[in-house]
């Protein structure tokens, strides 16, 4: 008897890639070969020019407890190398999903845990039931959140992250939302209802325009404002402004009419093996 694919991927004509973590058995907790196949499959879709969202998901009751048991017994017995190698290929795939062009959405439904906190952490925007609960969960195990910390200390900050990579307790979905975590609550029964919507809201806007805004966070975080800075940020509006699809979405907002992009929004998908 075949065993279930670990991740799902669904591909819709309308520029929605969802990947969804497909192992509730063990809570979603992942090894180094789905740690693999996640990196792999998010960089394939970040390659994609038809996709213009990826969504991370889960089937389950909870988002991801981590790091598997199995693996971490056997990790148990590695040398510092095997160590060093393997924690490398947990911090690519935090990067991968980070440094992805497109913009990236969790959708957290349950329990996330130890580095399931990171993989909502490197996600562009996140989103969560009420029912969702939060745990930074290494120092129990005489652990630290090593590799995913550059990401959650960047979306929490570094007094909350002292905290809570401290104290490993556990914190819901309003504590998540006001730490900067997760961006929105939604009830837990309409929970794909609310998360389909806010992304055909993102579907009217701009295809280019988006990977351009998501560019131009990166350009200014933390940069000084002075005369280079502003100067690259003229350029980039006056290049957006005079491109295609800039002139395309000012036309059609004066003349009062859908821009050529939202035509194409329909819901037909695709499953990817």
Not at 90 to 106: F, N, P
Not at 178 to 200: C, G, M, R, S, W
Request: one cysteine or more.
């Amino acid at each position: 008897m075949m065993s279930e694919p670990s991740l799902a991927i669904e591909k819709r004509n309308n520029g929605i890639a969802t990947i969804t973590l497909n192992r509730p058995q063990i809570h979603n907790a992942f090894d180094d070969k789905v740690i693999a196949e996640l990196t792999e499959a998010v960089s394939k879709l970040d390659q994609d020019d038809s996709v213009r969202i990826i969504v991370l998901a889960a089937n389950g009751k909870s988002f991801s407890a981590g790091a598997d048991l199995n693996w971490m017994k056997r990790m148990a017995g590695y040398s510092w190398e095997q160590n060093y190698q393997d924690s490398l290929q947990l911090a690519g795939l935090m990067q991968t999903i980070h440094d992805a062009s497109k913009t990236t959405v969790a959708v957290v439904q349950g329990a996330a845990f130890g580095g399931g906190v990171g993989l909502v952490a490197c996600c562009d925007i996140a989103l969560a039931s009420e029912k969702a609960l939060f745990c930074l969960s290494e120092v129990k195990l005489g652990l630290i959140p090593s590799v995913i910390s550059p990401y959650v200390v960047k979306a929490i900050g570094e007094r909350n992250a002292k905290r809570y990579f401290a104290t490993a307790e556990r914190f819901d979905a309003t504590e998540a939302k006001h730490i900067n975590l997760i961006h929105k609550i939604f009830p837990h029964d309409a929970l794909t209802e609310n998360v389909e919507d806010f992304l055909q809201k993102a579907l009217a806007n701009g295809p280019k325009a988006m990977y351009q805004a998501k560019k131009l966070v990166n350009l200014v975080h933390n940069q000084p404002i002075n005369e280079d800075l502003i100067r690259e940020t003229a350029q980039r509006i006056a290049d957006i402004r005079a491109s295609k699809e800039g002139k395309e979405g000012v036309g059609a907002f004066l003349e009062k009419r859908p821009a050529n992009w939202s035509k194409t929004n329909d819901n037909e998908s695709s499953n990817i093996e």
